[in-house]
C-alpha cells in the first residue's frame, strides 16, 4: 500500500511517498511550515495543497500526518478535515509532530522519553503498558518553550542588552548587531517592540550563544541555564515513569541538538544532580518510520 506521511513543523514540512509493506521511499518533497497554531488553518492548506500537487501521481491510498499545533482535539479534528478535502482519502490519520517522532524514535523497543528541542520545545511519554502518551511542554513562545530556540535568541538579545547597561562592547555583541543591520544595542527594543521582530526570528541568533560560549561568560551563563531548563522539562514527565526505573532512554531531537558536543555534557551534569534514571539514546528511527507504525497500530486496531 502506498502512503503519504507529512511531518509538518514551525520551520518546515517534510512528507514522503512509502511503500508500507517494504519501506522503500518512492518520492520526497519539502515546503514551508505548517504549524497550525502560527499559520492557521489556511497556511495549513496551503502547505498541504502544494505537497498533494507534487505527490499526485503516486495516487495513495493512506496519509498520515505529524503536525505541529494540533495537541488539542479541536485543532486536531480541524486539520483532519483540511487533510481529507486535499487529499480525497477516508483513510487519514492526523497526530502532532511529536508523536510521529516518538514512534519513529523508539519503535517497538524500549519507552523512553523524547525531548524536541528545536524553535519550541517539548517532552513525550508513552508509558510501557497502558500504551498511553503524556507530554510536558510545548506551550508556545510567550507561555513556555523554555531552553528551546526562540528562547535562547531572546537571551541573545539581552545579553546584548545587559552589555550596553554596563558601557560594555564585545565581539558577540559585534556579531549579534551585525546580523540584525543595527548600530547601537538600545535599537533591538525598537526592532523588537515596534518592528515585529519576535520568536520565529529570534531562533535564528540562536546559534551565537554556542559560537561565543568559549570566550563569553554571558553566554556560558546561557547556556547551562538552558541545560537546567530542558532537564527540567525532562523530569516533570519522571512521575510518569514505573517505579525503580534503570537507564530509561532518553532521545533528543531538534535543530538545537546540532550543538549536541556542547549540550549533552551540561544536560548530563544536571541529570546527575538531580539523580534522574536517564541514559541518552539514539533514535531508532525518524517521523516516517513512525508515521507507518502509526499506520500499522491504526489497521490492528
Known sequence: MLTLVVDGGGTKTRAWVTDSQTRQILFS?????SN????GLEGLRKVLDEIHASTREFRGEAVVLGLAGV?????????????????????????????LAYRGAFGHGKRGILLIAGTG????????????????GGWGSLLGD????????????????????????????????????LDEPQQIITKVYHEGFGPGEWAALAPFIFQF???????????????????????????????????????????????????????????TTRNLPLLFAEPQGGPLEGGLLLLEEKGKS
Open 29 to 33: 518533497t519539502e515546503s514551508g511550515p
Open 36 to 39: 497550525v497554531g502560527r499559520v
Open 71 to 99: 495537541g488539542r482535539e479541536l485543532e486536531r479534528q480541524r486539520a483532519l478535515r483540511v487533510a481529507r478535502d486535499i487529499f480525497g482519502l477516508s483513510n487519514v490519520y492526523v497526530t502532532t509532530d511529536a508523536e
Open 121 to 136: 520545545t517539548i517532552a513525550y511519554y508513552q508509558t510501557p503498558f497502558s500504551r498511553e502518551f503524556f507530554r510536558a
Open 146 to 181: 523554555e531552553g528551546s530556540g526562540a528562547w535562547l535568541g531572546r537571551e541573545v538579545l539581552r545579553q546584548c542588552l545587559f552589555e550596553w547597561e554596563g558601557d560594555e562592547f564585545s565581539p558577540f555583541q559585534a556579531a549579534v548587531l551585525g546580523a540584525l543591520q
Open 213 to 271: 560560549h568559549e570566550e563569553h561568560a554571558g553566554c556560558m551563563r546561557v547556556l547551562r541555564r538552558m541545560a537546567i531548563l530542558l532537564v527540567g522539562l525532562v523530569e516533570r514527565l519522571a512521575e510518569k515513569l514505573p517505579q525503580n526505573s534503570e537507564n530509561v532512554p532518553l532521545v533528543v531531537l531538534g535543530g538545537l541538538w546540532d550543538q549536541r558536543k556542547t549540550l549533552q555534557p551540561l544536560m548530563e551534569e544536571e541529570i
